[in-house]
């Protein structure tokens, strides 16, 4: 079954600082890959996804994230932080055997001033 | 168009009720779903349907009706819900129900069951 497992429920970063947040998936297939965010009393917006082109994907807002099979991660970054970045981020897995999206649980990014 | 609209955005029902959310999107996807929120937590998926059909359905219990009435709009009927219901109802579509297309997600609606 494929999963993804989002390390660390809340990161708080100062604003003009990296943001990385984690994602680690599990598939026995090669994945599809997403990353969503939320903000308050809103739905999810794709930020970018990683279908097995390019490893470095770009999205919006300046994220970018790499697909290391390797490590099997695919984290996302952002070099610099902006307050209105403060949301939910959700990792997020299909293909395979599944058309389902599979959800992490997410994480809380916080930007201080 | 790109965006998937969903009315209403609040409802509060009382456990007797009858209630329907609806979602629209014109962006010619076939693939549409419904997901159930709660606080802090991931999306669950609910329903799939795919070209109209319904597809997949997570052991839904049956207070929660889904219909498909075009490739357009997404129903989902509201009987006799309980509170442990209330949560933010989330409609999504994709081009189809393939894993590697991203799925567009519409604003949601919080519903309060009483």
């Known amino acids: 079954a494929q999963s993804v497992t989002q390390l660390g429920s809340h990161v708080s970063v100062s604003e003009g600082a990296l943001v990385l947040l984690r994602c680690n998936y599990s598939s026995s297939v090669p994945p599809y890959l997403f990353w969503y965010v939320q903000y308050p009393n809103q739905g999810l917006q794709l930020l970018l996804k990683y279908t097995s082109a390019a490893t470095l994907v770009k999205g919006i807002n300046g994220f970018e994230a790499e697909f290391k099979k390797s490590e099997t991660s695919f984290h996302l970054t952002k070099p610099s932080a902006h307050m209105s970045d403060a949301a939910e981020y959700f990792c997020?897995?299909?293909?395979?055997?599944?058309?389902?999206?599979?959800f992490g649980t997410g994480t809380r990014l916080q930007v201080f001033p | 168009d790109t965006e998937v609209t969903q009315t209403p955005k609040h409802l509060v029902m009382g456990m007797t009720n009858k209630k329907s959310l609806k979602c629209e999107q014109h962006?010619?996807?076939?693939?549409m779903y419904w997901y159930k929120q709660k606080a802090k937590k991931p999306p669950e998926l609910m329903f799939v349907y795919s070209y109209e059909k319904l597809s997949i359905n997570e052991s839904v219990p049956s207070r929660f009706s889904p219909e498909c009435p075009n490739s357009s709009l997404l129903n989902l009927h509201l009987h006799a819900l309980q509170p442990e219901d209330s949560a933010l109802y989330l409609c999504?579509?994709?081009?189809?129900?393939?894993?590697?297309?991203?799925?567009?997600f519409g604003s949601g609606t919080r519903l309060t069951v009483v």
């Open positions: 997020a897995v299909s293909g395979g055997n599944t058309d389902k999206l599979i």
């Open positions: 999504a579509s994709s081009q189809a129900q393939e894993g590697s297309y991203g799925y567009t």
């Open positions: 962006m010619g996807h076939r693939a």
